[in-house]
């Protein structure tokens, strides 16, 4: 095809769009971060004083304290257990209609799930202190310290396990049988093979999992707002929520805006240091 | 029997156990969530785990009600479907160009689209309020259209230029040769060519859209305009002490999706998960 500018027209509805929304308010946001408001009123630009502010606040700190304790538990709760489901997925027969159950979750609405535990977590008429009263437990109150972070990260890991059992099931079964076979003729047992074979071989999928999960967990709103709603402890503040409750409740522009400014940088650097490890490391391997 | 035969029989048996737990674990919510929705608020309270005495579905009624869903469905139903055409035509006219034309700054272009798929919503969310209060697009189906297409746009983009780039080019150079213009190659030739991997980007865009909670959550506070997914958190606010009539909602959203999703499982699945499986 001949070289043709006017073939850019094909382009520029998608990129009006793209830049309209997602890349000339980053702007905004970088610009309202250095500015005084009151309200919704530019006063003055170029002010440090909400960058200086982060040093000093302490909900800040625990809001971060709280993503990387999520971030630990989820990849537990989401990766780790949808390796091992995988794992265990490929020896069973018909294992099709239990992938499809387990990935069910991930289709639903957040708001469908969020409250739908919030009612299983409820101290009293909730299914899980029900469950534990059957064997003779105390009813805990699920949603508060020091329980809070365990029970949102449970909710996250019940809805994301069998997304990541299904990208890891794609990658196992995309390793040669001979691979198998030839682990089964050294005297390797089903575990062992899992664990020193099958895993090294979809490691690329696995830093991928790592960096989604790394990252989705500074990202993550709706699951903490729905069952912690206001959350007036804090006890489960996290960075998304506290930029949103900066923002919109206590209208608070320039420091919501440098707020959402760190968010975007810790995810980005996060990426930025798993791509690193990832070449570093991992270094090219072939992809299953 | 040998310990290897024997180890091998344990852990898979190990396995079907951890299997049929697990299976509980996601089976239980579910089931309980149909089960209360049959029963009173007092009978839940009361005990929790008990079964329906009868097939009641009152609480139905009485939640679609109070909770006017099907305007939040309607709302819904409109977000998703106009975000839809505008990501796929949007997506495939740019892919195209893409794929088979060549103009100047196609690379960078292609590369400034790509950063969007890394950029959290949180980045651009408060510059784009400020943006739509000054325009006073707040408070309208728009302040959520745009976005949740825009969002959808760099995904779309990459699997429809990987696609397209595997198309075989033969069939425009003859519809060329004919003096067909770009723009009638695109939609005569590439787009028929080019369903299964607009259904991917439909399972994606409807399921995302139609899910979607924190876009309407900042932009809507006009209780009538509201998607379904924050009418519902409204609801649940109002309604905190009803379990029977929020789960009589929860099931009323939930079981439709079921449907589909286990009629078009593979395709579901594959939709989702294209981001991160080649396809």
């Known amino acids: 095809m001949k070289k043709n500018n006017r073939h850019i027209l094909f382009v520029l509805p998608a990129l009006g769009l793209y830049s309209f929304i997602m890349i000339f308010p980053i702007a905004l946001t970088l610009f309202s971060s250095f500015t005084e408001w009151r309200r919704f009123i530019p006063e003055s630009f170029g002010t440090l004083e909400h960058y200086s502010r982060l040093f000093t606040d302490q909900v800040l700190v625990k809001a971060f304290r709280h993503n990387l304790t999520y971030i630990g538990l989820t990849i537990v709760l989401e990766g780790f257990a949808g390796l091992v489901l995988a794992g265990i997925a490929q020896y069973m027969k018909k294992s099709l209609g239990f992938r499809a159950i387990l990935f069910a979750p991930v289709i639903l609405p957040s708001i469908v799930i969020g409250t739908l535990w919030r009612q299983m977590y409820a101290t009293n008429g909730g299914l899980l202190n029900a469950l534990r009263n059957l064997v003779g437990l105390e009813p805990l109150v699920w949603l508060a310290p020091p329980y809070t972070m365990l029970s949102v990260s449970m909710v996250s890991g019940w809805i994301f396990a069998g997304y990541f059992m299904t990208i890891f099931y794609a990658s196992l079964s995309r390793i040669p049988t001979s691979v198998l076979e030839s682990a089964e003729i050294d005297g390797a047992g089903p575990v062992r093979t899992f664990f020193q074979i099958q895993v090294p071989l979809i490691k690329n999928m696995i830093m991928l999992a790592l960096l989604v999960i790394t990252t989705g967990g500074f990202k993550g709103f709706d699951l903490f707002q729905i069952l912690l709603r206001r959350d007036p402890l804090q006890s489960g503040i996290v960075l998304p929520t506290y930029l949103i409750r900066t923002f919109f409740e206590h209208k608070d522009i320039g420091y919501g805006s440098a707020l959402s400014i760190v968010l975007t940088l810790v995810v980005l650097i996060i990426m930025g240091l798993i791509n690193f490890g990832n070449k570093r490391f991992v270094g090219e391997v072939d992809e299953y | ?279």
Request: glycine fraction near 6%; charge should be positive; hydrophobic fraction near 55%.
């Open chain 2, 1 to 279: 029997m040998n310990t290897r035969t024997f180890g091998k029989t344990l852990a898979l048996n190990l396995g079907r156990v951890i299997f049929a737990l697990v299976l509980l674990v996601y089976l239980i919510p579910i089931l309980w969530m149909y089960s209360s929705s049959m029963r009173s608020n007092g009978e839940i309270v009361l005990d929790p785990l008990g079964l329906p005495t009868k097939i009641d579905f009152s609480n139905y009624g009485i939640a679609w009600e109070a909770a006017d869903m099907g305007r939040h469905f309607l709302i819904s139903f409109t977000i998703t479907s106009i975000s839809m055409v505008i990501v796929v035509v949007l997506s495939t006219l740019a892919a195209y160009a893409f794929s088979r034309l060549d103009f100047s700054g196609k690379k960078t272009l292609y590369i400034f689209f790509l950063i969007g798929l890394i950029l959290p919503v949180q980045s651009f969310l408060i510059g784009l309020f400020i943006m739509f209060r000054t325009m006073g697009l707040l408070n309208s189906l728009w302040s959520v259209i745009l976005p949740v297409s825009a969002i959808g746009l760099p995904l779309s983009i990459l699997l429809s230029k990987n696609y397209f780039d595997s198309l075989p080019s033969s069939l425009e150079e003859s519809a060329f040769l004919e003096g067909a213009g770009t723009f009638q190659v695109y939609r005569l030739i590439i787009l028929p060519l080019s369903v299964p991997i607009i259904a991917t980007v439909i399972t994606f865009t409807v399921i995302g859209v139609w899910n979607e909670f924190m876009i309407p959550f900042v932009m809507i506070q006009n209780s009538s305009l509201r998607p379904l997914t924050t009418s519902l958190y409204v609801f649940s606010t109002k309604y905190s002490a009803n379990y029977a009539l929020k789960l009589a909602a929860l099931t009323m959203i939930a079981t439709p999706m079921f449907i589909v999703y286990f009629a078009f499982q593979s395709q579901v699945q594959k939709g989702i998960t294209a981001g991160a499986i080649k396809t």
